[in-house]
């Protein structure tokens, strides 16, 4: 049921905010301490409890991402070359046409929702001996090349004596001082802190600032975790939906809405734009998600598909079912 | 691996895991390396196998890195490690700890205590010097 263990990680470069360029570069890590599944497999009432990664879950999430040709490639600031002009014929076009979809699909790949780490705290010896020797700590880092980031030892000696296996912190600073990631710094840019993240809300940069998080942070950190909630809050609360559709962080925030069970405004404004489509898979996989619920419960008494699904879900679940009535009948008229 | 079998004047040498000096004025760096023990300290080397910066950062951790795997080859050909090659290895685990690093921790634990005993006796001592300077 679930994915295996293997993150894919994408390189991206961000040189500020304006100016985002990405590059794809599969680097296969093995994740072989972070597991996707949970402790228990089985939700409640004998229902599957549904992951992040499970296909269903992830089948859902791309189609309500959209896939905006427009938006994906749009221009980004370069050094200046003369436009390439292509005399085609319409096959020719075609195919052309159909590698830019296949290039926006690995552009729009999901970025990781992970569960969030815990802390370390293993001592690996207390040599009471050394205490008092030095004033600071020693960090010992090991280098060598094969190893994958998150089965390198990285130690400390304490001055009291006690050696003990790197912090999360301590760790990722150090892999970032011997292998540096591009995009990376080595303490977090101050555009993470909470009063500067309301000026990029105001000037409605959360796209640019999720993937700066992305390239700064892990995904299982408290800080990736941090971010991503405060900047899906802030999008909910103003209703700027509109802004990561058509990208990669679209999956995680409507992941996140659905989990803490506030699809309403994610829902009302896809009826808005006439996404019904997107707003009935949305409404089932709210159901497939939180099968206890009471929209759930009727669908599956009704069996209720397309349209029935969203009339169930208005009547049963949300808080803002006239919204959601009037907009479905003005969908009804127009067609 | 083998010196050049040119080298006439070279015999019975070894490869020896040890520091080399780098850095500015007042700011050394070290690099961990395996080279020829005859060998300048900071001239060619045969490889690198890793760093040490003596003054902590901001976060007051002093910073070494290890190539474990590269250690164990050249360990596993024969070489030999210095004494503060030694001592680095011991505090990190990889070596059992260097007796010179328990007796120093202890000579340093006891001249510790011996201060914190005789206050007044170490102000008696340096108003002396300092009476002794004047007069001279």
Redesign the interface.
């Known amino acids: 049921m679930a994915a295996p263990g293997m993150v894919h990680w994408v390189r991206i470069w961000s040189s500020c905010l304006k100016n985002v360029q990405r590059q794809g570069s599969g680097r296969v890590v093995c994740a072989s301490r972070v597991s996707y599944s949970s402790s228990s497999d089985t939700g409640e009432g004998g229902f599957p409890k549904m992951q992040f990664a499970d296909e269903k879950v992830q089948d859902i999430l791309t189609q309500i991402t959209g896939l905006d040709l427009q938006k994906v490639f749009r221009p980004v600031k370069e050094e200046l070359k003369p436009p390439a002009y292509k005399l085609m014929t319409d096959a020719q076009l075609q195919e052309a046409n159909s590698r830019a979809v296949e290039e926006a699909r690995r552009r729009l790949k999901m970025t990781p929702v992970l569960p969030e780490r815990k802390p370390i705290q293993d001592i ?2 207390h ?1 009471k ?5 030095e ?10 090349f ?1 190893t994958p980031h998150r089965q390198r ?1 990285v ?3 304490e001055p009291d004596g006690c ?1 003990r296996k790197a912090s999360w912190e ?1 760790r990722d ?2 892999i970032q ?2 292998f540096p990631k591009h995009g990376r710094k080595i303490t977090p840019p101050p555009i993470f802190q909470e009063a500067n993240l309301k000026n990029v809300y105001r000037q409605d940069q959360h796209e640019a600032l999720l993937d700066l998080c992305l390239a700064q942070f892990e995904p299982d950190s408290a800080e990736y975790k941090k971010v991503h909630r405060l900047t899906y809050e802030d999008i909910e609360k103003q209703g700027k939906y509109n802004l990561l559709r058509s990208t990669r962080h679209f999956g995680g925030m409507a992941w996140h809405l659905v989990m803490s069970r506030n699809v309403d405004g994610l829902l009302v404004d896809m009826l808005q734009r006439d996404l019904v489509h997107d707003a009935v898979s949305l409404v089932s996989l709210f159901n497939l998600v939180h099968p206890q619920s009471e929209s759930a419960e009727e669908a599956r008494k009704l069996n209720a598909k397309g349209l029935d699904l969203l009339k169930v879900y208005a009547k049963e679940e949300s808080q803002r079912a006239g919204y959601i009535e009037l907009a479905l009948q003005a969908h009804q008229r127009t067609f | 691996m083998k010196a050049s079998a040119l080298l006439k004047r070279y015999h019975g040498g070894f490869v020896v895991i040890r520091l080399a000096l780098g850095g500015c004025t007042n700011r050394p760096f070290y690099r961990i390396v395996a080279a020829f023990n005859k060998r300048a300290r900071d001239s060619k080397y045969i490889e690198q196998l ?1 760093t040490y910066d003596p003054l ?1 950062n901001k ?12 250690i164990k080859y050249w360990i596993g050909c024969g070489a030999h490690t210095t004494k503060p090659v030694a001592k ?1 290895l011991g ?3 990889f070596f059992p ?1 260097h007796p010179m ?2 007796t ?3 000579r ?2 006891k001249r ?1 205590e011996l201060m914190k005993a005789q206050p007044d006796g170490d102000r008696a001592e340096e108003e002396e010097q300092d009476k002794k300077e004047q007069e001279a």
């Open positions: 690996l010896a040599d001996v050394l205490a008092g020797m004033t600071a700590k020693y960090v010992f880092t090991d280098i060598t094969e030892f130690v400390v000696r050696l301590e600073r150090m001082v011997y | 890793g902590p976060y007051n951790e002093k910073l070494v890195s290890l190539n474990y795997g590269r680095l505090l990190s685990g700890l690093t328990v120093e921790a202890e340093k634990r510790a």
